[in-house]
């Protein structure tokens, strides 16, 4: 089921016609999820129960489909497709002529409601003018296109098409539309003229031309077998400059089988429909040729010169002054030192003032005439429409002609294209072999290698019949240095730097630019080089013939790569962090590389291992983490088992495997003592009180947090004084002792400034925002929060910059901005569980469910924080157990489940008395008295809520802005049952300390109210 807009309104494949439930749907389709209070506002203004109007329209769309309306708490989106989504992701994708076909008519053209706002009927007419000012220039680029191809009758239809729909076209439009219109003889050219007028813009009309019979032109180009596909901006620019522009020699450069030859001959049948070239177009194969003598003879064969003494004075003689294209193909073997017949070009060039030269090379042909034009691969995204996509699905029907692209089937083509770096000969090799695999198994063959990638057609030429035999072209034309020096370059892996090809593969900067020159390496993002996959493979195989290069390269590769991890590991917890973690980024498959290479080597395995352990943990690579990490300790026999152990146990604390980490701390503790190595004790110990926190245990924590600090201030070490102080203060804080835990913290703060480590003041950062917002200083706690996210992102720490964004959301939340904070805990929570944290993703759960219990939808509330619930159980998270059982107990309150609501209180009192949490159980006593005042006991709740006002005093902990103004109505009700009632119950109940608040507060039981 498909919603129609562009045109009449209508649901396809349904007889529904209810016109505002379908505007609804447009508008949803068109604007995305929206707020159930825009929504009445915006459609039922005048209405006298707008929410009801709202609950009938959604229901009367679920009754065509439960699935068409979707919601998430206040929030209502439609899942249905719909021709304006389709029509503005093909302009997005770059498709025009798709987006041109999907446009079938004027947003919701004719459609009218009489109860409509002003509000709704500018939306209507806003969007129907956006939209159709997109057609409009998409059919005018459309038209400049044909018209710079040379195809005048097409490019006029498509201008007048653009004229003609709906709304106003833009002056500079109506000058554009003007020049293919008069030059077609349109008579819509005055109509466009006149109107132009209105804006003050006089559009000068150009003389009809009397058209001479154009005498026969001369064309020698192949047949094209297959159609042509992609390259239209190759096309546009390249055709604007053979026949516009002033390049007289144009190189397309590019390596064998990216498309050079199929574009040039495309290129030249352009150029015969536009007869710019009245002297003739000529299509010369030169990869026979290797002398300066058999070029001239080629080029004298095509061009039907009869032999002579002199060829080159009747090849001149024959181009004379005419305005002829030559197209010189395959010129790179002409290229080797010494060879005269590139001169040629510019003696022509200089003798043929009317000549145009269009060549195609692997490498440049360096003269002060060319202009070079390289190519790489077509482009390849998720979408049927891409070029890489379109190229195999259609030479898979080729092969088989009952071949249809599937969903499932897309994303595997895409996978196959992105393998092959989009070159059309290697996709429409990969294509050819639809008829006996299947795209997944094809996807399977090539991660094997390239080998599959060869045809046995016989109207192949020889060349094209294999990527291998195209590399082996481009290798022999290679001399014996740039030949070691590409096989060794294949050792890289995801590229390298200069420097790196210069110490593992003795390439000096102007090797590596003359490889580039010939397309054998590129220049990828940030100026490194790479080759692509197909070439790498193939030189890797012609370095493995040479057995002792290729020991030798590899192990220069591993200590170079070892010595780069080292240097940076140095910088990793400096100012310069964000840096050396890009530098890493880039390196990383060259350093796996290097870790394979030294697989069964201990030493150098955990050297290397323990060099990256903080930057997988900031980049979140944690699977890369465990493998080697696990690797290196099963190997490892030196003190570096000690490093190797400490970053175990951490990345076991982060995605909350408590009993693991544990292990580890306490295994690298003990060897740490044997070894009397106090900085590992105090990281050691330091690992241990993490772990205990993160389970409630404080006074386990505080101790062992204690002696950490202890062996760190003996050494001196500021960083693991730094990380002591910060867990120190995060007890503190997590049990209300702001007065001790604020210091803590902030000595913390500035001792990793005094070290510029980035990573540990972001972390402090977060630890000090807890303390503002718990305090209710959310400004600063906001201020704080967004430089632990910068800096997070400044290095790119996954798990970090998470964080932050899960504790923005609780601002928000607590602010009251439940969308914002949702859009946030949701962004967390995914992340988290990328990463494997399940302790943060229970955080982000526990957050979303307390937003739908402020907003009211008690259904997703509950499944939240179940989940979340089901999460702290499992890690023994005492302090998480208690915060998720206080919101099951509040989503039970507002369902009149009182007796459950207790039973969940009376578990999360018990959880946070026994962390000394005295903030969770003031909010825990609030709620109930809430109970006790919705049972009309008004002395039990005022009570209970004046416990709970002294001990937010006593705190230093006022109530959040989301809940001061429902707070304050409940006191107003209490007190105005009996003023002097409540003034003497509310002074009993401020003398009580929390425990006997709680005790108070669980002893009844109340009624039970459904």
Not at 993 to 1002: D, R, S, V, W
Request: glycine share 6%; charged share 20%.
């Amino acid at each position: 089921m498909q919603l129609q807009t562009l045109g009449n309104l209508r649901l396809e494949t349904s007889d529904f016609s209810r016109p505002k439930p379908l505007l609804l749907l447009a508008y949803l389709a068109v604007e995305g999820a929206k707020e159930r209070r825009h929504l009445q506002e915006l459609f039922w203004s005048a209405a006298a129960d707008r929410a009801m109007s709202l609950r009938v329209a959604l229901s009367q769309l679920r009754q065509v489909s439960p699935e068409i309306i979707l919601s998430e708490g206040q929030r209502i989106q439609t899942s249905l497709k719909s021709d304006v989504a389709a029509f503005l992701q093909a302009i997005r994708d770059g498709d025009l002529e798709t987006a041109r076909g999907l446009y079938s008519g004027a947003f919701l053209d004719g459609f009218f409601l009489p109860d409509w706002g002003v509000e709704l009927e500018e939306w209507v007419l806003n969007t129907r003018d956006t939209l159709a000012g997109q057609a409009r220039a998409i059919s005018l680029k459309l038209a400049e296109r044909e018209f710079a191809l040379g195809q005048v009758k097409t490019a006029v239809q498509l201008a007048e098409d653009a004229y003609r729909l709906a709304g106003t076209a833009h002056p500079e439009e109506l000058e554009r539309l003007y020049t293919i219109l008069q030059a077609g003889d349109s008579p819509v050219a005055f109509v466009v003229r006149d109107e132009a007028r209105d804006f003050g813009l006089e559009l000068k009309a150009k003389q009809p031309q009397i058209k001479a019979i154009a005498p026969r032109v001369a064309y020698q180009l192949p047949t094209q077998r297959t159609s042509f596909i992609g390259r239209d901006l190759e096309r546009l620019e390249l055709s604007r400059a053979l026949s516009e522009g002033s390049e007289r020699l144009l190189t397309l450069l590019g390596s064998g089988g990216i498309g050079k030859t199929r574009l040039a001959l495309q290129l030249a049948h352009d150029q015969m429909a536009e007869q710019f070239f009245t002297g003739g177009i000529y299509f010369i194969p030169l990869e026979a040729a290797t002398t300066l003598d058999q070029v001239v003879q080629s080029l004298g064969g095509v061009l039907g010169l009869m032999a002579s003494p002199k060829p080159m004075d009747v090849l001149l003689e024959r181009i004379g002054q005419t305005r002829m294209l030559l197209v010189l193909d395959n010129f790179e073997q002409l290229l080797t030192e010494g060879n005269q017949a590139v001169l040629l070009i510019p003696d022509i060039l200089n003798a043929c003032p009317n000549l145009k030269i269009l060549v195609t090379s692997r490498q440049r042909l360096d003269l002060e005439e060319e202009f070079v034009w390289s190519l790489s691969g077509l482009s390849v995204a998720q979408a049927n429409s891409s070029d890489a996509v379109v190229l195999f699905t259609e030479r898979a029907k080729r092969a088989r002609l009952d071949f249809a692209l599937t969903q499932t089937d897309l994303v595997d083509v895409v996978q196959i294209c992105q393998l092959l770096d989009g070159a059309p000969l290697a996709i429409e090799l990969a294509a050819a072999w639809v008829r006996t695999m299947s795209p997944k198994q094809i996807i399977a063959a090539l991660q094997q290698g390239f080998d599959l990638l060869e045809t046995g057609l016989r109207n192949v030429s020889q060349r094209h019949r294999s990527l291998k035999m195209v590399f082996e072209h481009s290798w022999n034309l290679l001399g014996v240095q740039h030949q070691a020096v590409l096989a060794q370059l294949a050792v890289f892996e995801g590229g390298f730097q200069r420097e790196a090809a210069q110490v593992i593969a003795g390439s000096s900067l102007g090797m590596l630019g003359s490889l580039f020159d010939k397309s054998l390496v590129f220049r990828g993002a940030g100026g490194r080089f790479e080759l692509h996959a197909f070439i790498r493979q193939y030189a890797y195989e012609k370095l493995e013939l040479q057995t002792k290069m290729l020991a030798e390269t590899k192990a220069h590769h591993a200590q170079f790569f070892l010595a780069f991890a080292e240097q940076a590991a140095l910088q990793i917890n400096t100012s310069e962090a964000a840096f050396w973690c890009d530098r890493l980024e880039q390196e990383h498959a060259n350093i796996l590389v290097a870790l394979r290479f030294y697989t069964q080597d201990a030493a150098h395995v955990s050297r290397l291992v323990c060099a990256l352990t903080d930057f997988w943990q900031i980049r979140g690579y944690f699977a890369e983490a465990q493998e080697w990490l696990g690797r290196a300790s099963a190997l490892e026999t030196t003190s570096s088992s000690l490093q190797i152990l400490e970053a175990l146990g951490t990345l076991a604390l982060h995605q909350g495997n408590y009993e693991t980490a544990t292990q580890h701390f306490s295994r690298a503790l003990k060897l740490a003592r044997a070894s009397k190595d106090s900085a590992v004790q105090g990281n050691a110990l330091f690992g241990l009180a993490s772990v205990s926190l993160d389970q409630g245990q404080y006074l386990a924590a505080r101790e062992l947090a204690n002696q950490a600090l202890g062996l760190q201030q003996s050494l001196p070490n500021q960083r693991g004084m730094a990380q002591s102080l910060g867990i120190l203060g995060r007890i503190a804080s997590d049990q209300n002792d702001y007065q001790t835990s604020k210091p803590l913290l902030e000595q913390a703060l500035g001792l990793w400034r005094n070290l510029n480590d980035t990573r540990g003041i972001a972390g402090v950062l977060i630890l000090l925002t807890a303390v503002a917002v718990d305090q209710g200083d959310f400004g600063k706690a906001k201020a704080m929060l967004e430089e632990s996210l910068e800096r997070r992102l400044a290095l790119g720490d996954k798990r970090g910059a998470s964080i932050a964004l899960g504790n923005l959301g609780h601002i928000a939340m607590n602010l009251g901005h439940y969308p914002e904070a949702r859009k946030l805990r949701l962004q967390s929570l995914s992340e988290r569980r990328e990463l494997g944290d399940k302790r943060g993703v229970a955080y982000a759960l526990n957050d979303l469910g307390l937003i739908a219990l402020q907003e009211h939808d008690l259904e997703l509330a509950s499944t939240y924080s179940h989940q979340a619930l089901e999460i702290r159980r499992s890690l023994r998270d005492t302090r998480g157990i208690a915060a998720t059982t206080q919101n099951l107990g509040s989503i039970a309150v507002l369902r009149l489940e009182y007796d459950i609501a207790i039973e969940y209180f009376k578990e999360s009192l018990e959880a946070a008395f026994e962390i000394s949490d005295r903030l969770m159980a003031t909010v825990t006593i609030e709620q109930l008295a809430t109970i006790a005042a919705a049972q009309n006991q008004t002395t039990r709740a005022t009570k209970l809520f004046a416990a709970a006002a002294a001990s937010r005093k006593n705190l230093s902990t006022p109530l959040t802005p989301a809940s001061q103004h429902t707070h304050t109505a409940k006191l107003e009700t209490l007190r105005q049952k009996d003023p002097i009632a409540f003034e003497s119950a509310w002074a009993i109940g401020q003398t009580w300390n929390l425990e006997q608040a709680a005790q108070f507060g669980l002893v009844f039981k109340p009624e039970l109210v459904r």
